[in-house]
């Protein structure tokens, strides 16, 4: 098994991802290393500055397209290379090796460096942050009241597009305008054929848009740049300063390893005809981040990039199988398009240009046609139709025998209950406080001394190809039982199965598993002794903890709620739902980054407030759903809990894929045990029953104490906490729970 690892969401990278759907290699562990979900692609930014297209529009999530391409995905930005050690650094985690690797992270704008610039200037890279940030600076703009005075800065062809794009969108807005093109060079687009340069002449002098050639901007200040021409400076006024210089190398910041591959004078990574790095052919490096060596003058045009993606496919394939690889060509002349704004588009090849409609038609159906072959979700997040045949993830059969991971592993609590009810009582033992017979989250026991200290054991199933998050999730989850008790755990020992590997494999994956359990356990004081392995068909990841426990009299329980106490609950639902939806590709990126960051929350704060405000009972949501932990809070018979449906926290996305049917595989058991004690729409039964992961607490608070309770979490900078129902009662055996809107529940 060989682990190839592409960093950056490129134009290259999201065709090899679509190619590995449509026919995957065998005997790869294919993992995507990104700083964001969504790529953007450059070639309709100016479009969307026009107003010809929404941010779904130019938006790649690539998540579910390699999902679709069986990949792993880690969301966080890398920060370093080694191509000596074949490892690829990542913020806030241990480093990863790699067999074959591929840079596509594109690049970043010169002059970020100047005073003022990062402060006071929007600069079109990443184009991500350009692209969500530019409707607030054109709203500022409407309500001047005044000509806006915009400062585009740069004249190669992003600066001249987005030139002409907003001089349009202003104009379609009856916005008064005086827009200026500062640049280096002698004209636009410099190295443009005359015939371009004269088109783009003409059109500026027509729409009045301004320009200031052989000039350098030393400094951006609140309203005003200073540039420098002829040894003299400057200051202009500029109510939007636009930062669309050329092109600068990302660097990565920790670069010990990274400055071992070959750059250019500019920083720019040195690739070979066959996208092969100097020195390095097991490390690739395509689009805006590389240089070819042999091509120099090849310029940073999405167009080389996306013509690089099936070269370096095809060679990716070879590598992996020591086949003769190919070189990439790159074309001198292309038909190049630049967006002019009000539905018209520049053209211009062989020497040639010419305006018009009809161009901009043809840039249009190009852009489209290209996304349409990598937007797997569409702006809803549901799948299009045209890629649902990608990859087999998605057929029914398959998605029969996709297990949930996470909580939703668990086996259900009919056949739990059942077979604890068999058990004959416990031999009496005055030590035990909370035991086999208690039915309770945790084990809770007396020392010598009398001090109560409170045991558990978790152990979840890999909901994810990442073995460093499924331990982190682990700890969280095997924790969250003692802080649910207001307990402080002390002690754990790691409970890991793997699954079959080789032994450098069975060593990387232990060791990315050991380090996510000990950073949530580190910080929290809470030693890791040693533990278990085993080795079964999947990974599973586990604690076993102990730690100190409040008086007997103060131990928080399950049982003890009364009828009158608000029901709160510190996070969101739904993880159930987003983690079997991205078992199959159909997650967007910012919904799991939503999911994957609330299993990571630790319930230590909650645990403390808890305690200390006296809450009635409480305990934490997980596998058996929010339904299945909320019975355990009413012990008496008569007691009901009365929900209030639209209160309850759901997680982004999680709405959606009920909607279409999609839920845990674990929901099934989670309604057998617990549907004939709730009474609720249909519409509201996924989030009762939707299994949970590492889910948050759900307390039963009495009325005059929530809003002090609500207050402290607020202070201690915890995640928003949700009054979502209160208890009353009713004749109803064993308790229930009903959902609906009475006017009990809205008026807390």
Known sequence: MKTLVLVGGGHAHVQVLRRFAMDPPSGIRLIVILDRPVAVYSGMVPGFVAGDYTHSDLGIDVVPLARLAGASVILSPATDVDPVRKTVSIEGRPPIRFDLLSLDVGSTVR??????VQEHALSTRPIASFVYALEAHLARLRALGRPAKIAVV?????????????????????????????????????????????????????????????????????????????GDESKYDADLVIWATGASPVAFPAHEGTARLKTDSHGFIEVRDTL???????????????????HPWVPRAGVYAV??????????????????????????????????????????????????TSVFRLKDWIDRRFMDRFQVLDESGRPRPALAKLSAMGSSDDEAEMMCGGCA????????????????????????ILGLDARDDVAATRGPDGATMLHNIDVIRAFADDPWLVGRVAAANALSDLHAKGGKPRHAQAIVGLPELFPHEAEAELFQVLSGLRSILDPLGVSLLGGHTTIGDALTVGLSVSGDGPAEAELVRQTGARAGDVLLLTQPLGTGVILAADMRGLARGNWLIAAHDAMQHVNDVAGEITLRRGVHAATDVTGFGF??????????????????????????????????GLVSTADPANRMAFEARVDAPEADLPWLFDPQTAGGLLLAVAP???????????????????RVGRIGTDV???GAIRVGIPATVRAL
């Open 111 to 116: 002059g970020l460096d100047l005073p003022g």
């Open 154 to 230: 740069g004249g190669g062809a992003a600066g001249t597009e987005l030139a002409f794009t907003l001089d349009a969108r202003l104009a379609d807005a009856s916005v008064p305008r005086e827009i200026t093109v500062y640049a280096a060079e002698k004209e636009l687009l410099a190295n443009a054929s005359a015939a371009t340069r004269r088109a783009l002449e003409r059109e500026a002098n027509a729409r009045e848009i301004a320009t200031h050639f052989d000039v350098r901007v030393t400094r951006v200040d609140a309203g005003a740049l200073v540039a420098r021409q002829n």
């Open 276 to 294: 092969q790095t100097i020195g390095f052919d097991d490390v690739f490096a395509v689009g805006d981040c590389a240089r070819l060596v042999d």
């Open 307 to 356: 013509r690089q993606g099936p070269i370096l496919e095809a060679n990716l394939r070879a590598r992996l199988t020591n086949q003769s690889i190919k070189p990439y060509r790159p074309q001198r002349d292309f038909l190049s398009l630049l967006n002019l704004g009000h539905g018209r588009a520049l053209g211009s090849k062989w020497g040639r240009a010419f305006a018009s």
């Open 409 to 432: 592993a668990k086996l259900g609590a009919e056949p739990l209950a059942a077979a604890l009810a068999l058990m004959p009582a416990p031999p009496s033992d005055d030590t035990v």
């Open 627 to 660: 339904a299945g932990h909320l019975l355990t809070l009413l012990s008496r018979d008569d007691l009901l809990a009365e929900l209030d449906g639209e209160a309850m926290p759901l997680l982004p996305g999680a709405r959606t894929l009920w909607a279409d």
């Open 704 to 722: 005059e104490a929530v809003d002090g309770i609500l207050a402290e979490f607020k202070a201690a900078g915890e995640p928003p906490v949700s």
């Open 732 to 734: 109803m055996i064993g």
